[in-house]
């Protein structure tokens, strides 16, 4: 199939100060709903990374958008996840960070390019169960141990040399075989292409790719959200968590948490620090409530929070 959709591209270039180079960030978004959700995630990868390079691959044969750089128009789509599979190493750029459409970008990520100098491809290992739940995860799954992960492949760092080729053409093969067998998802055929290619594979951190959607533990600051930007049918996910409470709520602190998608759109967040460095403040209760509400909330909601509630133990006090 790679040869047959190889020569499908027509480029619309629509910077004049970027061009296809060393580095450089891939979308693939096939139909309308998908494209105006990759607009709004490379619009936050513009506000952090202004100096990179943006090109967009998409079967809109005339669209225009300052948020890319380049677009290519093919016309051999599915509308299926196998248009991933088919048309990412189709990036102009020697190294490329591919992004799904439903990230939101936080900070900068250039030194994920910095690892492609040391790896061939760099991905977050999975964690949320759902592209799972049709396999028997105890026994080898397409031939692969079950001690190997799984891998998201929302956030895909990749060099272009003679392994990373022969691996999108094993996850090609690999895809069309799973499609034959009614699965439609492009996780499993991932893990395999990874698993059987000579390649040099890095893991990144979860805050590289931070599934927002399901419940999760990280620590650190999260540079790379991943949820809908969009509320849409999508093939993926629906919207479920608001990506803009996430962005907000999930780094307000960069200790080890745990994060709980709520159904109104909010979270829970539930520190994970250690036991042992917890026990430093527990001689006090009320001290370890105080620090955790000031670490938590901030010294001013803090103080008005202790406010209102003396004022409110007086008032019962007296009536």
Same mark, same amino acid.
């Given at each position: 199939?790679?040869?047959?959709?190889?020569?499908?591209?027509?480029?619309?270039?629509?910077?004049?100060?970027?061009?296809?180079?060393?580095?450089?960030?891939?979308?693939?978004?096939?139909?309308?709903?998908?494209?105006?959700?990759?607009?709004?995630s490379?619009?936050?990868?513009?506000?952090?990374?202004?100096?990179?390079?943006?090109?967009?691959?998409?079967?809109?044969?005339?669209?225009?958008?300052e948020?890319?750089?380049?677009?290519n128009?093919?016309?051999d789509?599915?509308?299926?996840?196998?248009?991933?599979?088919?048309?990412?190493?189709?990036?102009?750029?020697?190294?490329?960070?591919?992004?799904?459409?439903?990230?939101?970008?936080?900070?900068?990520?250039?030194?994920?390019?910095?690892?492609?100098?040391?790896?061939?491809?760099?991905a977050?290992?999975?964690e949320?169960?759902?592209?799972?739940q049709?396999?028997?995860?105890?026994?080898?799954?397409?031939?692969?141990p079950?001690?190997f992960?799984?891998?998201?492949?929302?956030?895909?760092?990749?060099?272009?040399? +003679?392994?990373?080729?022969?691996?999108?053409?094993?996850?090609?093969?690999?895809?069309?075989?799973?499609?034959?067998?009614?699965?439609?998802?492009?996780?499993?055929?991932?893990?395999?292409?990874?698993?059987?290619?000579?390649?040099?594979?890095?893991?990144?951190?979860?805050?590289?790719?931070?599934?927002?959607?399901?419940?999760?533990?990280?620590?650190?600051?999260?540079?790379?959200?991943?949820?809908?930007?969009?509320?849409?049918?999508?093939?993926?996910?629906?919207?479920?968590?608001?990506?803009?409470?996430?962005? +907000?709520?999930?780094?307000?602190?960069?200790?080890?948490?745990?994060?709980?998608?709520?159904?109104?759109?909010?979270?829970?967040?539930?520190?994970?620090?250690?036991?042992?460095?917890?026990?430093?403040?527990?001689?006090?209760?009320?001290?370890?409530?105080?620090?955790?509400?000031?670490?938590?909330?901030?010294? +001013?909601?803090?103080?008005?929070?202790?406010?209102? +509630?003396?004022?409110?133990?007086?008032?019962?006090?007296?009536?």
């Amino acid at each position: 199939m790679k040869e047959a959709i190889s020569h499908q591209f027509t480029t619309q270039n629509m910077s004049q100060n970027k061009t296809s180079g060393d580095l450089g960030f891939l979308y693939i978004a096939m139909g309308n709903d998908y494209f105006r959700e990759a607009e709004k995630s490379a619009e936050t990868l513009q506000d952090e990374m202004q100096d990179f390079p943006i090109t967009l691959i998409t079967d809109k044969k005339e669209c225009h958008s300052e948020h890319f750089d380049s677009i290519n128009v093919v016309e051999d789509v599915s509308y299926s996840f196998g248009d991933v599979v088919n048309y990412i190493d189709q990036s102009p750029y020697d190294k490329t960070v591919y992004l799904d459409t439903d990230i939101y970008i936080q900070s900068d990520i250039s030194e994920v390019f910095n690892m492609l100098e040391e790896c061939d491809i760099a991905a977050s290992v999975a964690e949320n169960k759902w592209h799972m739940q049709h396999y028997d995860l105890e026994h080898p799954v397409k031939g692969v141990p079950e001690a190997f992960p799984w891998f998201n492949g929302g956030v895909i760092a990749f060099t272009k040399n +003679k392994r990373t080729s022969r691996f999108f053409d094993l996850w090609r093969s690999e895809y069309r075989q799973d499609v034959q067998n009614g699965i439609i998802h492009n996780m499993p055929s991932l893990r395999c292409a990874l698993y059987f290619s000579n390649i040099q594979l890095a893991p990144l951190p979860r805050r590289y790719n931070c599934l927002v959607r399901a419940a999760n533990k990280t620590t650190g600051q999260i540079k790379v959200f991943h949820g809908r930007l969009e509320a849409f049918d999508a093939l993926g996910a629906s919207k479920e968590a608001d990506i803009q409470i996430a962005t +907000k709520v999930l780094n307000n602190t960069t200790d080890p948490r745990i994060y709980i998608p709520l159904t109104d759109g909010s979270f829970e967040i539930i520190d994970e620090t250690p036991v042992s460095i917890r026990t430093r403040y527990q001689s006090s209760n009320l001290i370890y409530r105080l620090i955790g509400s000031i670490q938590q909330h901030g010294i +001013k909601n803090t103080l008005q929070t202790i406010y209102n +509630k003396s004022l409110g133990y007086l008032n019962n006090f007296y009536n």
